[in-house]
């Protein structure tokens, strides 16, 4: 059963002038029993008395069975199909155009028209189609206008009918109108098309099997590394994932050289995750071009991308690259997408990183690990609403070879869907799976900042903005003993007060983001269950202002608005957290500019209050003024948490040693001064697109010193993975 929100909007009334909304009530129509007539009042302003008197009545409406699919938060009910016919070919001729406007409001259409005229005399009829939820008693409105042919009618001759759908008989074809003007068929049909979303919270079958094959590379690599005596069994392997955060070029160049650590310890094939965001993807997506990336030397794309870095970032701009861009811009229109500057940012960092065009899409990078022969790539981006600060909404979207999907619904669809116009679960237009390059001009938008944003990075006091760019959301249910006894599911009512225009003006200006990439939304039309509020996986990610009203949530939206999730929290973290995954060990790779324990310490205290399961974060003051290259935090309240290996960018020992117990010459000294700090001044700052070839070899060096110089922790922590997963094989043998 599907969540239904009463929403009530309640204006002032005003003769002279528009009318004013004072108020929005939110009423949970399951306080209601069928057949039954209820008076509530509802108090709007304790101050002044007033009070909103609603009386209700619930109608008992026909029981039709229906097939309805969940997941305990998304909802697909069954869809119907309606054929509209309009003929105009035995009619008179007239002078003037005949309008035809249907609408079924809810269907994936809404509204379509149709317009007769004296060349459509001799035409085929003119069919139109609708789809929409069978079962919620939909209607078509029919309205028929005729435009006068001299100019001093503005207004057409309108006539207009309503027709219930479940009325027509399923199969048949009725006329509904037999005007002068044109005749009109309709056919009610049942759409038997299977969902092309995956409503559920379990991983898919395809990362399913790629786990399976996986664990056979990480088997064998943890015995060779951890030198074991025995080989690991399938319940003893521990899933291992790497992730890192952003920071342009110099997250794009550290995380080579901490990638070739890791090789140059025999430990990539120990991996089964390897998550990123931002200047971080442009790695990936270099990397995962190559089927086999992590069992070739590294050095190899290391050298290619090196050659990009250095390059002048002018030749961008040239005549013939924007003609290129023009070219690419109107073909993505032409497939259906819908534009933005995001999409020509990606172009543009397909020049800076690439010699010709890179034609790989995101469900290309399948042959990269459908043999378990590569880490699982997961991409991270965050879903932002219009008007609202990412603080106070934001959805984690995860992005892999396979799927797409969103971590709080539990709706999913595979990579190569992502884009086309789905409704009810259903594709209902197809349109071409991006290039990738236009998908990293999404995950890196750095235009997507909003002020509010910046000012919470800044760690500025959020109370001053959220007096004057939130809604006040007051909870106005009745305390009388008359009123209705309250179920589990069922919300409170709330009154929305919205801010003057003084606070719609600011609110405007500080949550808005210059540069949004829009996707067509595929959770259209999907509803709500009755329940989705008590499921425990949308509980884990519910953290928005507006979870408890489902008719604001991203459901009900047409586009998606995707932006770079570093404006939130410089991490790519939250898909490895997902209960489904069990990862057990996580390498945190920080390659962020200005403080490097920021994005660790925002992040913990996310997970704490979302209840997510992480290890206890404790470092002195002593480590924050002087931060080591590597910690490890194994101890959590819950045996469920992770143990974190966290490695901030710095260079400490670096400075002295060029290689683990390597010491430096003194004219090798200058390569060992690395200004990883400084957020402006530095050669590595976020802003710098363009690298010396000393800049770039330093970055990568300093990174793959790092990760060597902390072999013996980052074993550790390996070992103690182990030991962990064969503890928990013991306890369930001996509890059952």
């Not at 995101?362 to 022969?373: E, H, P």
Request: glycine fraction near 6%; charged fraction near 25%.
């Amino acid at each position: 059963m599907a969540k239904n929100i009463l929403e009530m909007k309640v204006c002032d009334e005003d003769k002279l002038f528009r009318d004013d909304q004072l108020g929005t009530v939110l009423f949970d129509i399951a306080q209601l029993q069928p057949g039954e007539r209820v008076c509530k009042n509802f108090e709007l302003n304790e101050e002044k008395d007033e009070l909103l008197e609603v009386a209700f009545t619930l109608e008992q409406m026909p029981d039709i069975p229906e097939d309805l699919v969940t997941n305990g938060v998304l909802l697909s009910r069954q869809l119907g199909c309606l054929k509209v016919e309009v003929d105009g070919r035995t009619k008179k001729k007239k002078r003037g155009k005949q309008h035809c406007t249907f609408t079924v409001k809810g269907s994936y259409e809404d509204t379509q028209n149709v317009v007769l005229d004296s060349r459509t005399k001799n035409a085929a009829p003119v069919p139109i189609g609708f789809h929409y939820a069978k079962y919620c008693f939909p209607q078509m409105k029919v309205e028929i206008a005729k435009k006068r042919s001299f100019c001093f009618s503005p207004k057409g001759i309108r006539d207009s009918l309503r027709l219930p759908l479940l009325h027509i008989p399923e199969g048949h074809t009725v006329q509904i109108a037999n005007k002068k003007q044109c005749d009109i068929f309709v056919t009610a049909g049942n759409c038997w098309k299977d969902l092309d979303i995956r409503l559920g919270f379990d991983l898919s079958p395809e990362e399913q099997d790629f786990i399976w094959k996986r664990k056979k590379y990480v088997a064998a690599g943890l015995k060779n590394v951890l030198q074991l005596e025995e080989d690991l069994q399938d319940d003893e392997v521990p899933i291992v994932a790497v992730m890192t955060t952003a920071g342009g070029v110099r997250s794009m160049t550290a995380m080579l050289g901490s990638l070739l650590g890791l090789q140059k310890l025999n430990l990539l094939d120990c991996i089964t995750y390897l998550a990123g965001l931002s200047g971080t993807t442009w790695t990936m997506i270099k990397l995962y071009g190559d089927a086999y990336w992590s069992q070739k030397d590294l050095e190899g794309p290391i050298n290619e991308i090196r050659k990009h870095v250095m390059k002048n970032k002018l030749c961008c701009f040239s005549g013939e690259r924007l003609k290129y861009y023009e070219k690419e811009i109107r073909q993505r229109h032409l497939e259906g997408h819908k534009l933005s500057f995001a999409d020509l940012w990606g172009l543009i960092l397909e020049s800076m990183f690439y010699d010709e065009a890179n034609p790989n899409k995101l469900s290309d990078q399948q042959k990269a690990v459908n043999m378990g022969q590569n880490p699982l790539p997961v991409y991270l981006a965050l879903n932002v609403k219009d008007r609202y600060s990412t603080v106070d909404f934001k959805e984690w979207v995860e992005f892999t070879p396979y799927e797409v999907g969103f971590l709080k619904y539990g709706g999913f669809i595979k990579a190569e869907d992502f884009g086309s116009e789905f409704f009810m679960g259903r594709v209902m237009k197809k349109i071409p799976e991006s290039r990738l390059t236009f998908i990293q001009g999404m995950w890196s938008n750095i235009y997507s900042q909003s002020v509010l944003d910046a000012l919470y990075l800044a760690d500025c006091s959020d109370d001053f903005w959220h007096r004057w760019t939130r809604d006040r959301m007051v909870d106005i249910d009745e305390e009388s003993p008359h009123s209705l006894p309250q179920r589990p599911f069922v919300q409170p009512t709330w009154l929305f007060i919205p801010g003057g225009t003084l606070s719609d003006v600011l609110r405007d200006v500080v949550t808005l983001r210059p540069v949004l990439s829009h996707y067509h939304n595929f959770m259209k039309g999907l509803q709500l269950n009755n329940k989705y509020l008590e499921n425990d996986r949308f509980c884990i990610w519910k953290d928005t202002v507006i979870d408890s009203v489902p008719n604001q949530l991203s459901n009900e939206a047409e586009y998606l608005e995707l932006v770079d999730t570093a404006f939130f929290i410089n991490t790519s973290c939250p898909p490895l957290l997902r209960p489904e995954r069990k990862v057990d060990v996580i390498l945190h790779l920080n390659y962020s500019g200005g403080s490097q324990t920021l994005p660790l310490d925002l992040s913990v205290k996310y997970y704490a209050e979302q209840g997510i399961p992480f290890p206890k974060v404790e470092l002195t003051e002593k480590d924050r003024q002087h931060l080591k290259e590597c910690y490890v935090f194994d101890e959590a309240e819950s045996p469920k948490a992770p143990i974190l290996v966290y490695m901030p960018l710095v260079c400490d020992t670096f400075q002295k040693y060029k290689a683990p117990g390597v010491e430096r010459s003194p004219d090798e000294m200058k390569e060992g001064q690395a200004d990883v700090h400084s957020t402006v001044f530095s050669p590595f700052a976020t802003g710098m697109l363009q690298y010396s070839e000393a800049n770039f070899n330093k970055m990568v060096n300093l990174t793959n010193y790092n990760i060597l110089n902390n072999k013996d922790l980052i074993l550790q922590a390996l070992r103690t993975a182990i030991e962990r997963k064969k503890q928990q094989k013991k306890q369930c043998s001996s509890s059952s």
